[in-house]
């Protein structure tokens, strides 16, 4: 159960049940039902579920493969961020992410909560047959290892962030080759890690 907004319900959940590892692709999933009017959801899978779950499931990520990247795209989604997002402008409490192949934007979204925004940009690609381990993804919220671990259980090989990571995403994403760019804003940014 968590909270996020009545916005790409859908992609929420496909997204979340990807990065928990109980599904791989969009082929893994007969249905999502939405009931109550998004209060709660009816997900059908058509894989079993993990051994152990929930308890005593652990999820064993793999590394990533690197692809190449340029400073100016994540300078241009630090510019989309930096020019506003409707639900960000109108509360100052609420997070964007972006989905990106290349210099192109995919698809953006905003949520309360920085990982249902991940979720919805896992999930959309999902939907849309998207290739994730060619896309790169930028979040206006700090990445701490949830979120790192989050990017990694999905396949992004960049993940790019206006705030800070934590020392152990910082690790995680040494660990896994998951390419890390933190304070990134229209004109500077950081990299944690590369390979």
């Not at 690197?66 to 402008?89: N, T, V």
């Not at 309360?112 to 991940?118: D, E, K, Q, Y």
């Amino acid at each position: 159960m968590f909270s996020c907004i009545p916005e790409y319900l859908t992609e929420v959940i496909l997204g979340h049940l990807k990065t928990e590892g109980l599904i791989h692709s969009l082929e893994d999933v007969e249905s999502v039902e939405l009931r109550e009017n998004g209060q709660k959801a009816m997900v059908r899978i058509s894989v079993p579920l993990p051994s152990g779950f929930p308890d005593q499931y652990t999820k064993t990520p793999h590394p990533l493969t690197p692809i190449d990247w340029k400073p100016e795209w994540i300078f241009s989604l630090a510019d989309r961020i930096a020019e506003g997002m409707p639900l960000h402008e109108k509360t100052w409490g609420a997070h964007s992410c972006f989905l990106a192949l290349g210099e192109q934007l995919l698809f953006s979204c905003e949520d309360i909560g920085r990982h249902n925004a991940l979720d919805k940009v896992i999930g959309y690609a999902l939907r849309h047959q998207i290739d994730l381990t060619e896309c790169m993804v930028y979040s206006s919220g700090r990445i701490p290892t949830d979120m790192a671990m989050k990017a990694i259980y999905a396949g992004i090989p960049v993940l790019s962030s206006k705030a800070s990571p934590t020392t152990e995403a910082i690790e995680l994403a040494k660990a896994y080759r998951l390419t890390l760019v933190c304070a990134a804003r229209r004109d500077r940014m950081k990299v944690f890690s590369q390979v």
